[in-house]
């Protein structure tokens, strides 16, 4: 049985379709701005006064609020009144199993990063799999809390099969939808290159991941610079299993062309049907950049880590050194939007994901329209760009389940217990990496001619002969 409503019965019908359960089998948001996406100009586009209707992981459809539209039985009505419906933001590199480090590098480098909190530090041995485990969930509560609904995760806190196996565990238990991307690597611990390769192909067949559609694997490598046996096995293993994404760090200029574009190229693994995500490129060339479109594959930028750790620092100096006064904005509001969902989703080739269309992964974040820093908006993409903040993300839907509900998280666990047993393992960690060394960072870098190690200028705000540190 179905039921056909006109505006003014929709929202009559608003307190009597009320629901708490976790899920429905059919969802409509009614009555608010709908950010959707026009395949001609390549713009978001906003419908006010629009509804957008959910039937299972789906959207099944978008209409203007005073249509006549047929709904299924029993569909929870959402009143999205004043509000402004976006697609889940996609996040293309993310390492959640080191949520347990937060404030310790508050004033780090991507140089001390690699020598003090990368995959191949102490990390190995310190990390348990429950920490792995609550790390990697509380991790991901956070970006669920903030509209994001897909990530790619670079997963290499793949130290043993307990902790990798943990790992995934915590990833199917937050009810992100995630591109796991299991890390290769040469590891000081024990835990070979031919045990992580058996712990994939276990991996590959566990229940609980084949048992669900949010959660795919895929593989991640660094290495792919040294022509050897390990290299041989991941390009074997990109062209033979159904991976969902590849994806390696790559920077070039002064720390190197490991995993360029270019070895790719020659590996052949830019012209297959797996997308090869490649993670910061901020001395990326042009002849790298222009196989990337010759072969519509992708970088992941990450803004935010890229101001912290300064890998691009010297490109900032010649800017400053150039005074000119520019006439434009360098990037728009839509630019940036269509970034954070729409090229996230070509990256991973999921065209089903970051955009609200008929169809598409019911994949939805709710922005309150009305909170202090977002009232009197006009433009839905600006308003999200550049006043929102998590604390106006009303709900957040991944595959048509919520994650979360009037601003509150909606998960499968024990908040409280899981916060617990993190704080815990956190403790310890924190304790561990406080009490170590730093590591020493003279004479030239990683063993590179010509690549220094150097002070950066720092900034003081206090008068005297202090540092600011």
């Known amino acids: 049985m179905s039921r056909s409503l006109r505006t003014g019965q929709i929202l009559v019908g608003l307190a009597s379709f009320s629901a708490t359960a976790l899920c429905a089998n059919s969802t409509l948001f009614h009555g608010g701005t709908i950010i959707t996406f026009d395949e001609a100009s390549q713009l978001p586009v ?21 249509d006549n539209v047929t709904l299924p039985t029993g569909t929870e009505i959402i009143d999205v009144a004043g509000k402004i419906v976006s697609p889940g933001f996609i996040d293309t590199h993310r390492h959640s199993w080191q949520t347990a480090y937060k404030t310790l590098g508050s004033n780090t480098t991507l140089a001390e990063y690699f020598g003090r909190y990368g995959e191949f530090t102490q990390a190995g041995t310190v990390f348990r799999p429950e ?52 890390a290769f690597h040469e590891l000081s611990n024990g835990f070979s290159f031919e045990e992580q390769l058996a712990n994939f192909a276990d991996l590959m067949k566990n229940e609980r991941l084949n048992s669900q559609d949010l959660v795919q694997i895929g593989i991640a490598y660094d290495a792919f610079i040294q022509d050897n046996n390990n290299t041989r096995a991941i390009v074997n293993l990109v062209n033979s299993k159904n991976v969902s994404a590849l994806t390696m760090h790559f920077l070039g200029g002064p720390w190197g062309n490991t995993n360029s574009p270019s070895k790719l190229d020659q590996l052949g693994l830019l012209n297959g049907t797996t997308p090869v995500v490649f993670s910061h490129a901020s001395y990326v060339t042009t002849d790298d950049a222009e196989l990337l ?71 939805i974040v709710v922005f309150d329209g009305d909170s202090p820093n977002m009232l009197g908006w006009s433009d839905p993409v600006a308003a999200v760009i550049l006043h929102s903040h ?80």
């Not at 992941?300 to 000119?324: Q, V």
């Not at 003279?442 to 200028?457: L, Q, T």
């Open 293 to 363: 479109r010759k072969h519509d594959q992708y970088i992941s930028t990450t803004p935010e880590s890229e101001m912290h750790f300064k890998p691009a620092s010297g490109y900032r100096a010649l800017y400053l050194g150039n005074w000119n006064v520019p006439r434009n904005s360098p990037m728009s509001a839509n630019q940036a939007f269509t970034l954070a969902t729409r090229s996230g989703a070509l990256a991973l080739r999921r065209p089903d994901l970051g955009v609200l269309a008929t169809g598409n992964k019911a994949d």
């Open 46 to 66: 906003a419908l006010h006064g629009s509804s957008l209707l959910v039937t299972g992981d789906s959207i099944a459809k978008i209409f203007e609020s005073s």
């Open 390 to 469: 998590v604390g106006d993300i009303r709900h957040v839907m991944v595959g048509g389940e919520w994650r979360k509900r009037d601003g509150q998280l909606v998960t499968k666990q024990n908040r409280t217990e899981v916060q617990t047993k993190f704080l815990d393992s956190a403790k310890r960690i924190q304790k561990i990496w406080l009490e170590t060394p730093l590591p020493e960072m003279d004479g030239e870098f990683n063993g590179m001619s010509n690549v220094d190690y150097v002070d950066a200028y720092t900034i003081d705000a206090v008068r005297g002969n202090g540092t600011g540190y």
């Open 131 to 182: 920490d792995i485990y609550y790390g990697t969930l509380a991790g991901l509560y956070e970006p669920l809390d903030a509209g994001v609904t897909t990530i790619l995760e670079h997963a290499h806190g793949t130290f043993s099969n307990e902790t990798s196996n943990a790992y995934l565990e915590a990833v199917i238990d937050s009810g992100v939808r995630m591109a796991f991307c299991y």
